[in-house]
């Protein structure tokens, strides 16, 4: 399963959509009007309200809920509001209708992709203020330790400390594989550890 913001590049194998970036347009939107103001923050709250019932269904599916929810979405979608933005939006969530609604068929996909992006937002703009790495050496280099870095965090770790006592060869900070196996939350670590790449 690719969860995504809809990019051509992750629209592989079975694909779900995430419902913040399907909706960022509309929030990103500055309208020339009152009247325009209000047709998109009238259908940005009919999405989010659509949002938080599929969000209750992902937390207890109820099969009979299937129909009535993916009909509230093409009712949504068809809306008509006279103001091209607004409705280009609706077109383009409803040509990505399979992906927005993989959690009727899987509850266990979450709706949104910003944990996974949180991994790697920092690695990004430490790129962008960089110009990036000058040889492939220097960007393993870098991607080691920005991994390193974030799995550290995510078991708790002093990245730091980790660091000083792998260099000092004193083994006082136990392996991060070792934690890991303590841990027992693999997916935490899992999609920590694949962030930069």
Same mark, same amino acid.
């Given at each position: ?8 590049? #992750? ?11 399907? %909706?960022?347009? @509309? ?9 325009? !103001? ?10 989010? *309200? ?32 006279? #103001? ?7 077109? %383009?969530? /409803?040509?990505?209708? /399979? ?5 009727? %068929? ?10 996974? %992006? ?26 080691? #330790?920005?991994? @390193? $870095? $974030?799995?550290? !965090?995510?078991?708790?770790?002093? #990245?730091? *400390?980790? @660091? ?7 083994? @006082?900070?136990? !392996?991060?594989? *070792? ?19």
């Amino acid at each position: 399963m690719v969860l995504s913001d809809g990019a051509p590049p #992750f629209d592989v194998l079975v694909h779900a959509s995430c419902w913040l970036h399907a %909706e960022r347009p @509309l929030a990103r939107l500055v309208p020339f009007g009152e009247v325009h !103001r209000q047709a998109s923050e009238g259908v940005r709250g009919r999405i989010w *309200e659509l949002y938080q019932q599929l969000k209750a269904y992902r937390h207890q599916p109820e099969p009979s809920a299937q129909t009535t929810l993916a009909a509230r979405f093409d009712t949504l979608c068809a809306e008509r509001t006279g #103001f091209p933005s607004v409705e280009a939006v609706l077109k %383009e969530m /409803a040509a990505h209708r /399979a992906d927005l609604l993989r959690v009727l %068929e899987q509850p266990e996909v979450p709706l949104h992709n910003n944990v996974r %992006e949180s991994h790697i937002r920092e690695y990004v703009t430490k790129r962008k203020v960089s110009g990036g790495t000058r040889s492939e050496a220097g960007r393993r280099c870098r991607d080691t #330790f920005a991994r @390193l $870095k $974030k799995t550290c !965090r995510a078991l708790g770790v002093n #990245f730091w *400390e980790y @660091l000083r006592d792998r260099v000092r060869g004193q083994g @006082l900070v136990p !392996r991060l594989a *070792e934690l890991i196996g303590r841990c027992g939350s693999e997916s935490s670590v899992v999609s920590v550890a694949a962030a930069p790449g």
